[in-house]
């Protein structure tokens, strides 16, 4: 019982650690996107002294990666400057893949540490297999180890923990099952993105209690919103996708337009109102998951440019 006691504790430390570094990464994640929209109205050295706060109180917590996780945001911020000099093609296009890697680095966490929870487990087994004589024992502490700790690792990989929808690597497993799908038969399908408005603000002015609050809200009256087949992922701080299985642009915009109001019409406590922007696309037989993905980015990032609060489409040519 004291080495599954140990596991357990080991295991809960290492949930805590990815819970860290998805704080830092989701900071990151939102100063690029200000930078990339370029909104005058938004501080955007408010967030960078956000991700420099994070960075150096999680730096005691002993994080793997850590340093990496420092060199790219260093990275980050001088693209960034070259990137707002000069916003061409190639310099955003740096700046994005820049910020991939704080992702990378969060997977590469997230799967050194269910790897290590697997060889643990090995370890459990040794004193099982003295108790068995005490068989149903044994099966009892199997049955703890299976339940509490190895699945809830397994479910850091599926779930985002704030939300509790799927997360941003899972979102692209499904996507890429969804391409391989409609490239082997005649199959449609197509992807929401969308972006809440001015969240920054929600955290500065109610603090981030109220903005988790909004995040999970939204999150929940999505799911709602759509059907069981549909994947509702986190794709970034404030950022999500829906995956639509077997639907075409039309009604994926359709779905993206009520699933709009149905934000701006819910009263939330204490913040009021809250509204998202929108974008929508659909699979194209020449598609990889970057390049779909890239189509619908763009589709949000013109709702967002557009005055916030709408759907846009890009089946090719942003509409």
């Not at 990151?28 to 930078?35: A, E, F, N």
């Not at 917590?61 to 061409?88: A, G």
């Not at 009604?251 to 009263?267: F, I």
């Not at 974008?279 to 980015?297: C, I, M, P, Q, W």
Request: aromatic share 10%.
């Amino acid at each position: 019982m004291l080495f599954v006691y140990q596991f357990y504790r080991n295991s809960k430390d290492d949930a805590a650690i990815i819970n860290s570094l998805g704080k830092i990464r989701g900071s990151i994640q939102r100063y690029v996107k200000l930078i990339l929209v370029k909104d005058e109205s938004l501080d955007v050295t408010e967030v960078e002294r956000t991700v420099n706060e994070l960075i150096s109180q999680y730096e005691n917590d002993n994080i793997p990666f850590l340093e990496s996780i420092k060199t790219t945001w260093s990275n980050i911020k001088e693209l960034s400057d070259k990137y707002l000099k000069d916003s061409n093609h190639s310099n955003r296009q740096l700046l994005i893949n820049e910020s991939e890697k704080i992702w990378e680095t969060s997977e590469n966490l997230v799967r050194s540490k269910q790897y290590s929870s697997e060889n643990d487990m090995v370890y459990l087994l040794l004193p099982v297999a003295f108790l068995t004589l005490e068989f149903f024992v044994g099966i009892g502490l199997l049955y703890i180890v299976k339940k509490y700790v190895y699945d809830n690792l397994e479910s850091i990989t599926l779930y985002d923990l704030l939300t509790d929808v799927y997360s941003r690597r899972y979102f692209f497993e499904l996507l890429k099952g969804e391409i391989s799908k409609a490239q082997r038969k005649e199959y449609m399908f197509s992807v929401i993105m969308f972006d809440i408005d001015h969240f920054k603000k929600v955290n500065d002015t109610y603090g981030h209690d109220k903005g988790d609050y909004v995040l999970k809200t939204i999150a929940d009256i999505v799911k709602s919103s759509i059907r069981k087949a549909d994947a509702l992922s986190r794709i970034g701080g404030e950022e999500f996708t829906i995956l639509l299985p077997d639907t075409n642009i039309d009604k994926a915009t359709a779905l993206a337009e009520r699933v709009r109001r149905s934000v701006e019409d819910y009263k939330f406590d204490v913040v009021g109102r809250a509204t998202i922007s929108l974008g929508v696309t659909e699979f194209k037989a020449d598609d990889s998951s970057d390049t779909l993905f890239k189509r619908v980015d763009e589709a949000m990032y013109l709702a967002k440019n557009s005055g916030r609060n709408c759907v846009k489409v890009n089946s090719g040519g942003v509409q």
